[in-house]
């Protein structure tokens, strides 16, 4: 799978280019499309930016999704997988955020977090393929759509929290 990435994420030293050696893209409609109708499997995270930007005391509170994913989903007739990913917002928790330096780099924001990640286990739940077809009239259509994905990945991610004993196993 390409896990698609924030456009200012290459920028940052060493992690840009891991991501770039691990496959992963700029999270661009035209390159999402490209990906889909060359058959690959495209990672969307929704949220964003608001997804990977919130403080640890909001962990597992998803945040707004972005509506683009659902109408590349809808046009080229794709199943949205949701996935519930638990454990990654224990490895490294932001406990604040720099936001003026943060604008000073041209990053969206900058934890205050450990300089290294901390060894939690992993939990990924896949929920059943959700498939949305037809012509879109209007963006309150979309909005109930992207509400369905989004009540499917927050039932994987309680089912994956009900699973899992504590942070480290």
Known sequence: PRVMVERWVPTIPFIGNALNEAGGVIGDPVNCIKMLRNEEAVVVFPEGVRGSGKPFKDRYQLKRFGHGFMHIAIEENTPII????????????????????????????????????????VFLTFGEPLYFSGDIECEEEVD??????????????????????????
């Open 144 to 169: 109930k759509k992207v509400a369905q994905v989004k009540d499917a990945i927050r039932e994987a991610i309680a089912k994956g929290l009900s699973e899992r004993k504590h942070w480290f196993a």
């Open 82 to 121: 949701p996935v519930g990913v638990v454990g990654c917002e224990e490895s490294l928790p932001s406990l604040g955020n720099l936001k003026p330096v943060a604008k000073m780099l041209g990053m969206p924001y900058l934890p205050i977090c450990l300089p290294f990640p901390l060894p939690t286990k």
